[in-house]
């Protein structure tokens, strides 16, 4: 197919009928006299919405009768997709994106349209925050706050009481700061302790937490609110027997429903009112860094591998099953923590 005069704009593949037909969205074609602009950098983003809009460069001599941005999770996104429309005219103009997904890839464009067509502006990745935490409405939690204010949820399972969310500090008891290493490479090569959040994204702080290597667990300062500390492998174990051992235990943790765990969640209940997120985890080796987020959390126990002193005991669970794993890793890797009373 082609378009003399005109540029090709988002060539796609559609099978109809066994034939594969190819076109261009939305109408085939853009005319070389579409309106030129860019698109504003995203702001203000939440869990269900965001803003953006456009700077028009060029109208090319012919008045834009609509405009707006579009968006998508998927690149490319074009006017055949959701969209906002923001009045007309060649002024910049602001908008704002609605019904949103947390924790969510969309991708974002600028439109502006006049008689020759529609003209698109750069593209614009950006992830939204994640959405509230699902707590079990039948509980009746508790409250604890860490050395910096953080303040989290807390619940009695059996004889142990145990935060209800994953601790985000960035100091230990003694005040002093945690580094906040955002670069893999420096990661992995610490035997220090170090915090970050995933994809380096502040966002995920609030419900996913802060991810620590090893190093945290290990340094006498503490990072556990005082009158806390990290469970040792022991600990999680009176955990996971009291909710009838590590092979269905993780029914009575996670978190219920998909709105952070990806499909399909199995058994997830909740009952014990733990509430276990899907927060992934940061690797250890330069061709991986982030990884997981909605698949799968992992948690530290403070109980070395006497065996293999690089690495320590942790807890992990899974979108697929119930199954609460027991097993050692490096400590230069990022987990979770989750903090027990004394």
């Known amino acids: 197919m082609t378009c003399p005069g005109r540029k090709i704009l988002n060539n796609r593949l559609w099978v109809s009928a066994g034939i594969i037909v190819a076109f261009s969205a939305l109408y085939g074609c853009e005319d070389e006299n579409v309106p030129q602009l860019t698109t504003k950098e995203v702001t203000n983003i939440t869990a269900k919405s965001a803003e953006s809009g456009g700077i028009i460069i060029d109208d090319n001599g012919s008045a ?3 405009r707006g941005v579009c968006w998508s999770n998927e690149s490319n996104p074009t006017i055949g997709d959701k969209r906002t429309t923001n009045g007309v005219g060649s002024e910049s103009y602001s908008s704002t994106l609605f019904g949103l997904n947390g924790s969510k890839i969309y991708y974002v464009r600028a439109y502006a349209t006049n008689k020759n067509g529609t003209g698109y502006g750069n593209e614009i990745s950006f992830q939204t925050a994640p959405s509230g ?5 039948w509980i009746s939690y508790g409250t604890v706050a860490d050395k910096e204010g953080n303040n989290y949820k807390t ?9 209800a969310e994953n601790l985000r ?3 230990y008891q003694d005040g002093s700061p945690v580094p906040n290493i955002r670069d893999l490479k420096t990661w992995t090569g610490l035997g220090t302790g170090a915090y970050c959040f995933y994809n380096n994204d502040t966002l995920n702080k609030k419900v996913y937490g802060a991810m620590y290597n090893w190093f945290v667990v290990g340094d006498k300062r503490k990072i556990c609110p005082v009158g806390w500390h990290v469970p040792s492998d022991s600990e999680w174990t009176r955990l996971t027997d009291f909710l009838g051992g590590k092979d269905i235990a993780g029914m009575k943790l996670k978190e219920a429903g998909l709105t952070h765990w990806a499909n399909p969640n199995s058994g997830a209940s909740n009952l014990s ?7 992934g985890s940061r690797y250890s080796s330069i061709r991986d860094d982030f990884l997981g987020l909605g698949y799968y959390c992992t948690w530290w126990s403070s109980s070395e591998n006497n065996l293999d002193r690089e690495s320590a005991w942790f807890r992990s669970l899974s979108k697929f099953n119930i199954i609460v794993e027991r097993n050692t890793y490096w400590k230069i890797v990022g987990y979770s923590i989750r903090c027990v009373i004394d």
């Open 64 to 66: 834009i009768n609509v």
């Open 155 to 163: 619940v009695k399972i059996g004889d142990q009481t145990w935060m």
């Open 273 to 279: 009112g733990f509430t276990a997120l899907p927060a």
């Open 169 to 171: 500090a960035t100091k």
């Open 133 to 137: 935490i699902n707590y079990a409405e």
